[in-house]
């Protein structure tokens, strides 16, 4: 199984900041890699498909970055409704796997 | 507007079984892969299931196979899972979503709002 390993764990941010995530995996999987973010209590929500393509109505201060086993998703200026949890997936090959999830908090 | 609502969970006994339905709408069902993702009290998110558009591939985490059954309706636009012989371990948020067609593979895109199934005696 491909083993997707994100860093940091948790970080925390002001808003205004710009935060960058890392999530490496345990082996090439070319551009398969996802983004999400879930918020407390609620369902994930897609964010970046194709390691760099924003889903529909997902706004351009989010960016994904990366092939191969290293990919970035940066937020370019942290506003109070991206506090959440980040989780990176591979869709390279099954079984699909995520990341353990990095918590962006208010500094 | 797309709109996947999963139902059927609760609470059930170790070893018993449980049927998750996902009801989907606002989008063409049949063109599209779909994905059920569970999420353990307090832990990250796990990939379970996947079926093609037609049904006619599966795939399932290892931890599941043999016991759960991913299948389809696409007449009547739903997606399920059979769950038998379940364990404690299974305990999660089930999460029905769909997979959009992204290089050979599929990326989910919607994302139901969930059901909670706890096993336990």
């Known amino acids: 199984d491909i083993q997707m390993t994100q860093s940091p764990s948790s970080l925390s941010a002001s808003v205004g900041d710009r935060v960058t995530i890392t999530c490496r995996a345990s082996?090439?999987?070319?551009?398969?890699l996802a983004w999400f973010q879930q918020k407390p209590g609620r369902a994930p929500k897609s964010l970046i498909f194709g390691a760099s393509s924003l889903q529909s109505g997902v706004p351009a201060k989010f960016s994904g970055s990366g092939s191969g086993t290293d990919f970035t998703l940066t937020i370019s200026s942290l506003q109070p409704e991206d506090f959440a949890i980040y989780y990176c997936?591979?869709?390279?090959?099954?079984?699909?796997?995520f990341g353990q999830g990095t918590k962006v908090e208010i500094q | 507007e797309v709109q996947l609502v999963e139902s059927g969970g609760g609470l059930v006994q170790p070893g018993g079984s449980l049927r998750l339905s996902c009801a989907a709408s606002?989008?063409?069902?049949?063109?599209?892969?779909m994905t059920w993702v569970r999420q353990a009290p307090g832990k990250g998110l796990e990939w379970v299931a996947n079926i093609k558009e037609d049904g006619g591939e599966k795939y399932y985490v290892d931890s599941v196979k043999g016991r759960f059954i991913i299948s389809r309706d696409n007449a009547k636009n739903s997606l399920y899972l059979q769950m038998n012989s379940l364990r404690a371990e299974d305990t999660a948020v089930y999460y029905c979503?769909?997979?959009?067609?992204?290089?050979?593979?599929?990326?989910?895109?919607?994302w139901g709002q969930g059901t909670l199934v706890i096993v336990s005696s």
């Open positions: 082996q090439g999987i070319s551009n398969y």
């Open positions: 997936q591979q869709y390279y090959s099954y079984p699909w796997t």
């Open positions: 606002g989008f063409p069902f049949s063109s599209y892969s």
């Open positions: 979503a769909r997979a959009r067609r992204s290089g050979y593979s599929y990326a989910c895109d919607n």
